[in-house]
Nanobody, 121 residues
Framework: QVQLVESGGGSVQSGGSLRLSCAVY????????MGWFRQAPGKEREGVAT???????TYADSVKGRFTISQDNAKNMLLLQMNSLKPEDTATYYC???????????????WGQGTQVTVSS
């Protein structure tokens, strides 16, 4: 059984930075894709960044140049460094894992519980 546990959310002013972490418990078979999604109130869950085990990293256009996804395999962690945060980045952020090459909310095998990010202007 795989469990994903996020941490690192919080409140920050516009232009600030946060780093989200996702601890991975259990074994995820290769090939896989891990990523971050977010959901703002009244909006659909959307992909933010993905890091496939055997392909290139992808970012949503809205976060390119500001967010960086990475993995710390030694610690079984998925990370999301968020810089130059904007009020429109406010959402609940979810860590996710899937046995697909391209992630979508419908294709996810494992979700974390979510962590809130609030950016004030």
């Amino acid at each position: 059984q795989v469990q994903l546990v996020e941490s690192g959310g919080g409140s920050v002013q516009s232009g600030g930075s946060l780093r989200l972490s996702c601890a991975v418990y259990g074994y995820i078979y290769m090939p896989y894709c891990m990523g971050w999604f977010r959901q703002a109130p009244g909006k659909e869950r959307e992909g933010v960044a993905t890091i496939p085990s055997d392909a290139s990293i992808t970012y949503a256009d809205s976060v390119k140049g500001r967010f960086t996804i990475s993995q710390d395999n030694a610690k079984n962690m998925l990370l999301l460094q968020m810089n130059s945060l904007k009020p429109e980045d406010t959402a609940t952020y979810y860590c996710a894992a899937a046995y697909v090459a391209t992630m979508s909310p419908a294709s996810i095998n494992y979700w974390g519980q979510g962590t809130q990010v609030t950016v004030s202007s």
